[in-house]
């Protein structure tokens, strides 16, 4: 097998990482203290490209595929969670039903936009009683000759008071399974709710979302009537790929802080790194992290071969997620207090990286997932 990364994929890498060390990282802190959406850096991220990598030259993309991409979002979680997770629903779940089944007005007017960062794009699945188990929502869509009527309460839904538009999964009275639909956030009875108060992830806004006898036209259905759930699967796997990548990002800002930390913190008139309990912490975070990229890479290069991958994505989440975590928790303790103290960014990244034990699919469910394919 050949394990190395091509010419382009080293020159994104090195992009994005000259990106977060210069833009990012110095304004992290501030982000999540303000709670604020980093709009800025997010348009220049649109500049960069980032929201096309996935999608194909002819649809407006760049057609670097989804190894590129899981390098540029690790540097981006590297900088801060609250920028890198908001950043991949845009280039996923905000626009990938657009860019499959939107019209010609659809790709103009949204998706396109949309890649180049000028417009933001949610998604809608979640509902206050349907988390995990989605054949459980309640928002139901009347059909009608000549238009659409959506009701119907969602809720998490990331980047929701600055989002342009929403793609919502919703049942329609004509079918037993769901769709997705396109609703600009600008129409007449769509109402964004409270943002949700949050432990981490604290700069990436999560609304509730009403939608109030919502007139849609026709040609905003994203695929068949009855088909969202097909939908869903076709990118389930890129969703746990990127999920991991997240996860990856922040262990390696926590694991690099970490190492510098046990070089220069000195106790008992030596580096703390040179205790033997440190190192052995030291080199079980980099065993967790090496493997959870290693994993990634793999993963990643099925998905740009379109190779069967619905194990190993579900795998990889699981796995650098955990690990992730205990990463994470690991650098804290080197730290000690100063792991605990706000001027320091590890309790940040202990904070942000929990989000993706359940974003993507919670890691119980991924479980039940991973078994299946064993036929249990
Ligand atoms: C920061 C953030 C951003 C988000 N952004 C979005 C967004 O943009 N759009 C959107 O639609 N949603 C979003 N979500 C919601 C997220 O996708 C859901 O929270 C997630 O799917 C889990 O649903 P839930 O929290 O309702 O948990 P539940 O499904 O209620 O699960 C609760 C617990 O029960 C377990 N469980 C459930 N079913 C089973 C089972 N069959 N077997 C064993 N255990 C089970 C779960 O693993 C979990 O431990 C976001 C969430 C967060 C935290």
């Known amino acids: 097998m050949n394990f190395e990364l091509n010419d382009v994929q080293i020159a994104i890498q090195e992009t994005f990482r000259k990106f977060v060390n210069e833009k990012v990282k110095p304004v992290a802190a501030e982000i999540d203290e303000k709670k604020e959406f980093p709009a800025k850096l997010f348009q220049e991220i649109g500049k960069l490209g980032f929201f096309g990598m996935r999608y194909p030259e ?3 993309g760049t057609g670097t595929g989804i190894t ?29 039903f657009l860019y499959r089944d939107g019209d010609e007005e659809v ?61 919502v999964f919703s049942r329609t009275d004509n079918h037993e399974k769901p769709a997705f ?56 796997a890129e969703i746990r790929i990127m999920t991991a990548a997240l996860a990856i990002g922040a262990a390696t800002a926590a694991f690099e802080d970490a190492v510098e930390y046990a070089k220069t913190r000195v106790q008992f008139g030596k580096p703390i790194g040179k205790f033997q309990l440190i190192k052995a912490k030291i080199a079980d975070m980099s065993v967790m992290l090496e493997t959870s990229k290693q994993m990634l890479y793999y993963t990643a290069w099925l998905s740009d071969n379109n190779k069967p991958r619905q194990k190993e994505s579900a795998i990889v989440k699981l796995y650098a997620s955990e690990c992730a975590n205990t990463i994470c928790d690991e650098a804290s303790r080197i730290l000690a207090s100063y792991g ?24 119980e469910i991924l479980k039940i997932n991973i078994a299946r394919e064993f036929g249990l």
């Open 58 to 60: 002819e649809a407006g």
């Open 68 to 96: 590129a991409y899981c390098l540029a979002l690790v540097e981006l979680a590297r900088g801060s969670m609250s920028l890198a997770a908001p950043c991949m629903m845009q280039s996923l779940m905000g626009t990938y």
């Open 107 to 167: 790709r103009k007017n949204f998706f396109e936009p949309a890649l180049r960062g000028e417009k933001i794009g949610g998604i809608c699945m979640t509902e206050p009683n349907a988390g995990s188990d989605l054949s459980g929502i309640t928002t139901m869509t009347k059909v009608y000759d000549d238009h659409f009527l959506m009701n119907g309460q969602k809720t998490w839904a990331t980047s929701a008071p600055y989002a342009d538009f929403f793609s």
């Open 181 to 236: 639909f396109l609703v600009p956030a600008d129409y007449e009875g769509v109402h964004v709710g409270k943002n949700i108060e949050k432990l981490g992830v604290r700069g990436s806004i999560t609304s509730e979302v009403a939608f109030d006898d919502v007139k849609l036209p026709k040609n905003y259905i994203l695929g068949e009537i009855g088909g969202g759930m097909r939908g869903l699967v076709e990118i389930l």
């Open 340 to 363: 605990y103290a706000s001027e320091y960014p590890i309790q940040r990244y202990w904070r942000d990286v929990r989000f993706t034990l359940f974003g993507g699919g919670t890691n």
